[in-house]
């Protein structure tokens, strides 16, 4: 990644500890072989500095006697060079975790390459020029080093999406591998995915996001739990939330500042204010009809849009809430609008409170639910109603799976991937 990815201000190259020139492990000898190729290199005994050197990276011709394993990733570093990479002596290739050769040959193919492979060999011409690249979506074969070296293949100058199909077989050698790659790559906001799921209360949105996120791999965003917690943090700091308070500027003005200083933690379906964990609490209907009242107040939603957006993080995000996308994300590519009617709503709060305990009335949830769908939607600033490229989703009749796999569905849709 240091050899491909452009130096950027504040931002030359990686460093990589725990690795370096004094190592006895066989493969640091991947070193020279990445200098061949024009990766710059310099280290100390147990560091390594790697830094994008020639440009476009040189075609090599080698024996990867030596590195079988390592080579991998020359073969998807061939796909940045300026011209044809033979990988020779890698026959091993065959008899690894599944046949490697064709693997690499494949997934290569897949992107725009020409590949030619041989019984232990393998080159590799990589697409002429930035249009002949390809969207793909990478097959991993339960092979960890697929998985990762192919994750290199996101540096392509189309900026392509590439997708890592099973990315979790990592966790043979590198359980982490893609929140550590995550965590050193920038990438432009408006290109990291995200789907947004809005809709009245009870109507699943909160079950059906943190499925799909877990399902995807990507980061959650509960925005209600943000307007809940201005509620809780208000009772606090003894400042009102009833509605006609709220209607003073003054009060207005205090609140707003309230949510741009909140000092919140998520971890998980954890939720942390002040370092005291509020997490059931949060939850209470009484919080909801507090959330409910802060959330029509314009400087709190205007506090709360940088603290909203600082999710949207790789490797995506999928986020919950009422006007994720008319205004917080109105980019997401998808916008998923669910709804049930109201009985079905209150029957699921009301199963949902009872089996955690909380004591619970049918139609006092019911009164409670419709009026706060009826704030929520008549309010002037960001009021609840579907954006105009929301696809709609009446859950009434479906289980939470049958609703997560429309949503898959509805996703795999939008990225159309080469080869598949
Ligand atoms: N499609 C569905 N069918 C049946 N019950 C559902 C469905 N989706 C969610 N639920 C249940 O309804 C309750 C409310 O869902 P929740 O996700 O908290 O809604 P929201 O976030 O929209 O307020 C939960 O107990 C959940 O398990
Ligand atoms: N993006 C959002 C999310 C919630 N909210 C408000 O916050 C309240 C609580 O949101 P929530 O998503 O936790 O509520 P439920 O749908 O889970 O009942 C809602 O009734 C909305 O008034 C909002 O205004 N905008």
């Known amino acids: 990644m240091g050899a491909l990815a452009p130096a950027s201000p504040g931002r030359d190259g990686i460093t990589i500890e725990g690795v370096g020139l004094a190592s006895i492990q066989g493969d640091i000898r991947f070193v020279e072989a990445a200098r061949l190729m024009g990766a710059q290199i310099t280290g100390e005994a147990n560091r390594l500095h790697i830094r994008r050197g020639r440009w476009p990276l040189q075609a090599i011709e080698l024996d990867c006697n030596h590195i079988p394993d390592a080579a991998m990733t020359l073969a998807v570093m061939a796909l940045y060079a300026d011209g044809t990479t033979t990988l020779r002596n890698i026959a091993s290739w065959r008899v690894k975790e599944t ?101 009245p209360t009870a109507s699943g949105k909160g079950t059906l996001a943190a499925e799909v996120a877990q399902r995807l791999g990507y980061h959650l965003l509960d925005s209600g739990a943000l307007y809940r917690l201005v509620g809780l943090a208000a009772g606090k700091a003894g400042l009102s939330t009833a509605e006609d308070d709220l209607r003073q500027p003054d009060q207005a003005q205090r609140l707003g500042t309230l949510a741009a200083g909140l000092q919140v933690r998520f971890d998980g379906p954890r939720i942390w204010l002040d370092s005291v964990e509020v997490s059931d609490a949060l939850r209470s209907e009484v919080a909801g009809m507090a959330a409910s009242r802060v959330s029509a107040v314009p400087e709190v939603r205007a506090a709360l849009l940088t603290l909203q957006h600082g999710f949207r993080r790789l490797p995506g995000l999928v986020a919950d809430g009422r006007d994720m996308g008319t205004v917080i994300f109105p980019d997401a590519p998808l916008k998923v609008y669910l709804t049930a009617s109201a009985e079905q709503r209150a029957q699921r709060r009301y199963k949902q409170l009872i089996s955690k305990g909380i004591a619970a009335n049918i139609d006092s949830l019911l009164a409670d639910l419709e009026k706060r769908d009826h704030r929520d939607s008549s309010r002037a600033h960001a009021p609840l109603k579907p954006a105009e490229d929301a696809l709609q989703l009446d859950n009434s009749g479906l289980d939470v799976e049958q609703s997560v796999q429309q949503v898959l569905n509805w996703w795999q849709g939008k990225t159309v991937f080469s080869g598949n």
Not at 99 to 120: F, H, Q, S
Not at 127 to 144: G, K, M, N, Q
Not at 170 to 179: L, Q
Request: negative net charge; hydrophobic residues 45%; proline residues 8%.
């Open 99 to 199: 046949d490697r050769i064709v693997a690499m040959a494949t997934e290569c193919r897949k992107l725009g390459a020409t590949v030619e492979e041989g019984a232990d060999f393998i080159r590799i011409t990589p697409p002429a020029t930035p249009a002949h690249w390809r969207a793909a979506s990478i097959h991993t074969y339960d092979d960890h080093r697929v998985a990762m070296c192919f994750s290199l293949a996101a540096f392509n100058p189309a900026s392509l999406p590439v997708r890592i199909e099973d990315p979790k077989c990592v966790a043979k050698t590198f359980p982490d591998y893609f929140e550590a790659l995550f965590d050193v790559c920038q990438a432009d906001a408006a290109r990291i995915p995200v789907i947004c799921i809005d809709g």
